[in-house]
């Protein structure tokens, strides 16, 4: 086949399943320079073996300014809006020793143990959400469910108070469902960027068991995270710990349900007691259809070779992670959904020193909203055909704006 072949990406058929173009891609143009709807060009990599090289490349610099600050601030590069906002400063946008330093410092206060202690918050927040639509008998599964549970969540866990989360709530619905208005994502961030300053301007005299006060103490040889550090890390933490595990659950269902021999097996487990396919189910989940489908921005530091192209300076490369996955290089059978897969070396929260901090808390909650909604409305099933669902627009995440279901009612209480 000849490169002029290739599939149209990024519009509404490639954004309901991309993976036949990123097949393509694969096998004949595995790194592709491609124009994004936003006007900016960029290389797009597809294999696995170059993906996980890549992600690991120093080569390749996270900082938006190497390639255009002017692209950056018209939010045609990295999250609309944070450089306005002055929340820069975070994980996704830096790179050693500057990486290096605030990595080690947000880790002290996202430790296994403060994520293993969440546990029952999680699955109290999960019984709660299922409680509320129970007994309707009919929920939208990303409204009802999927979208609320990690804001809550993650609200809990940096210690947003109970009375503000609803505000939190609305902005991150602003950022996840845009009203379309000009400018709607980025006054969303400024006003929970003004909103966590005056937060952690008010936990400083009043330090807590939360994640905020765990970012003000955490110290390392003498440094501490500046205020504007902290801001921006609380909220990267909220941002992509929030729409990450949406879509993780939200595709999650959607692939059970259009698998019944599979699902049909995991409630069998679920049913028994056995928790080790649920964890199994979680990693295949997050493979086979994951809710980051691009990897975040890089760019090329230097000229460099990347899968047999030359990679200019400056030039953004994107690790399709969801084309990756797919590749038959590395996963036997890569488009059948096995949820007892147990060779799942997957790059779904990425790879290297930019591998997602909070991916232990995204599978503590994929693991307790799909396990516990399949055990408490077993006869659980969609309520309108495939084709009629919408996924939504954007470059890096992969998710569902509804996905309407039907079940016999339950009249469950919250602590169910």
């Known amino acids: 086949m000849q490169r002029s072949e290739c599939p149209q990406l ?4 490639f954004g309901a399943d991309p993976y036949p173009a990123y097949a393509w891609l694969r096998e004949n143009a595995p ?4 124009e994004l709807p936003s006007g900016v060009a960029a290389w797009l990599v597809t294999r696995y073996a170059d993906a996980r090289a890549a992600l690991a490349d120093p080569r390749l610099s996270k900082n938006p300014d190497r390639h255009s600050a002017a692209a950056h601030h018209s939010g045609r590069v990295g999250i609309p809006g944070e450089r306005g906002a002055n929340v820069m400063t975070h994980l996704l946008n830096i790179d050693p020793p500057d990486h290096t330093r605030l990595r080690r410092l947000v880790a002290k206060a996202f430790t296994p143990r403060r994520v293993a202690a969440f546990e029952p918050r999680v699955r109290e927040l999960t019984a709660g959400l299922i409680a509320s639509f129970a007994g309707r008998g009919e929920a939208d599964l990303i409204h009802d469910f999927a979208f609320p549970l990690p804001i809550y969540a993650i609200c809990d866990m940096l210690g947003v108070p109970r009375e503000d989360q609803d505000d939190f709530r609305d902005w991150a619905g602003m950022m996840l469902h845009p009203s379309g208005k000009r400018g709607g994502v980025g006054r969303s961030v400024k006003r929970m960027r003004a909103y966590l300053g005056d937060l952690i301007h008010r936990k400083r005299a009043d330090l807590g068991d939360d994640l905020i006060s765990e970012l003000i103490r955490a110290s390392d040889d003498g440094e ?4 504007d550090e902290a801001a921006a890390m609380s909220f990267i933490l909220l941002f992509a710990g929030f729409e990450t595990t949406v ?14 021999a599979e699902l049909a097996d995991l409630r069998r487990s679920l049913a028994a007691g056995e928790e080790e396919l649920l964890a199994s189910a979680v990693e295949e989940l997050l493979r086979f259809d994951g809710p980051v489908e ?14 047999g192209q030359r990679v200019a300076a400056g030039d953004p490369v994107l690790v399709v992670l969801a084309g990756a996955d797919r590749d038959p290089r590395r996963f036997a059978r890569p488009d059948v959904l096995d949820l007892r897969r147990r060779d799942n070396q997957h790059l779904g929260y990425g790879h290297g020193i930019h591998y997602c901090l909070g991916a232990p808390l995204a ?4 693991r307790a909203a799909i396990g516990m909604l399949l055990s408490a409305l077993p006869d659980l099933r969609p309520a309108v055909d495939p084709d009629e669902l919408r996924w939504r627009g954007g470059l890096i995440m992969r998710g ?10 339950s009249h469950m209480t919250e602590s169910q």
């Open 10 to 13: 990024f519009g509404r058929e």
């Open 31 to 34: 790194v592709y320079k491609a």
């Open 224 to 227: 501490h995270l500046s205020e």
């Open 247 to 260: 879509n993780l659950i939200g595709n999650g269902l959607y692939t059970l349900l259009r698998h019944p």
């Open 294 to 307: 691009l990897a975040t921005w890089r760019f090329a530091r230097e000229p460099l070779e990347l899968g």
């Open 363 to 366: 599978r503590l909650e994929g």
């Open 400 to 409: 569902l704006r509804s996905l309407p279901v039907q079940f016999t009612p």
